[in-house]
């Protein structure tokens, strides 16, 4: 699986193991502030840091899987602020099956953003463009699972071409690209 990586005038997606962006002053504390944001984290609890330390604690293991290809995480940089707006995961099949019990084992994308940037659009831009550079490295199955009540993500994935193809748990619904 290819990295991601989408250069715009205002914004930055890049892996999180981009150099730049591990040199970057600031990145822990910028990682603790996204994953300590309450509205945020509303549907994402398991994603919540509690600290600075935390944060390093995950950017450390967020390096240790992108180097061992378990999962991809992509971090979306404001040019302007040189701030950490938003992350974007892609978790392959593999690392799905330890975690999901289905019948079908797709690439499943997630996405988070700081509440500050949300409700502009942002994601619904950016997401077809992430899955044009996914399906052209051979990726098409790709899946989504969401919390029923999330409202913005429900609309960024059937604006981008998911459907919801089943229930997943007592909260959360399946969503899959269509063809």
């Not at 602020?81 to 994308?109: M, S, T, W």
């Amino acid at each position: 699986m290819k990295h991601i990586y989408i250069e715009r005038s205002d914004l930055l997606i890049c892996p999180a193991d981009t150099p730049e962006q591990l040199t970057r002053v600031g990145l822990a504390m910028d990682i603790f502030e996204l994953l300590s944001e309450k509205e945020l984290l509303r549907y994402l609890p398991e994603k919540r840091v509690k600290s600075v330390h935390d944060a390093e604690s995950w950017l450390g293991s967020t390096l240790l899987n992108l180097q061992c290809g378990r999962n991809q995480t992509h971090l979306i940089i404001s040019k302007k602020k040189n701030q950490l707006i938003g992350v974007i995961d892609i978790i392959p099949p593999a690392v799905a099956k330890e975690h999901y019990q289905l019948n079908n084992y797709p690439y499943f994308i997630e996405f988070y953003l700081r509440k500050s940037v949300t409700g502009k659009s942002l994601m619904s831009g950016l997401l077809p463009q992430v899955i044009r550079l996914l399906r052209s490295s051979g990726i098409q199955d790709i899946a989504a699972i969401v919390n029923r009540n999330n409202t913005a993500a429900l609309k960024v994935l059937q604006k981008s071409g998911f459907d919801r193809s089943a229930i997943f748990d007592l909260e959360q619904d399946l969503y899959q690209l269509s063809a």
